[in-house]
């Protein structure tokens, strides 16, 4: 059984940064994609960033990108999210998501492709 754990959401003023940790449990961790998603109260869950097992590639949602970096570990099975110039906008509950299959995806934006999913962690960024 696949647990992802996030920590790291806080509240921070606008131009702040805060950095999104995961860590996952019960898989093999390595060989799977990972990704970040938000919702925003009364909208849907939207794709943030994305990385490959490897580490290699990474996929980001323009609103994004520029100041989101997604990362991961393998040693350690973590992936982290660290934001910069953080926006009004950004305000949401931020969910890790682990892909459903090993390899690579079709669609890394894709809530699809992910099978697990953390509990989320709330990101607030006030003027």
């Known amino acids: 059984q696949v647990q992802l754990v996030e920590s790291g959401g806080g509240l921070v003023q606008a131009g702040g940064s805060l950095r999104l940790s995961c860590a996952a449990s019960?898989?093999?961790?390595?060989?799977?994609?990972m990704g970040w998603f938000r919702q925003a109260p009364e909208k849907e869950r939207e794709f943030v960033a994305a990385?490959?097992?490897?580490?290699?590639?990474?996929y980001y949602a323009d609103s994004v990108k520029g100041r989101f970096t997604i990362d991961r570990d393998n040693a350690k099975n973590t992936v982290t999210l660290q934001m910069n110039n953080l926006k009004p906008e950004d305000t949401a509950v931020y969910f890790c998501?682990?892909?459903?299959?090993?390899?690579?995806?079709?669609?890394?934006?894709?809530?699809?492709?992910?099978?697990?999913w953390g509990q989320g962690t709330q990101v607030t960024v006030s003027p």
């Open positions: 998501a682990h892909a459903e299959r090993r390899g690579v995806l079709l669609d890394y934006s894709g809530t699809a492709e992910y099978g697990y």
């Open positions: 990385i490959n097992w490897h580490g290699s590639s990474t």
């Open positions: 019960g898989s093999t961790f390595g060989q799977y994609a």
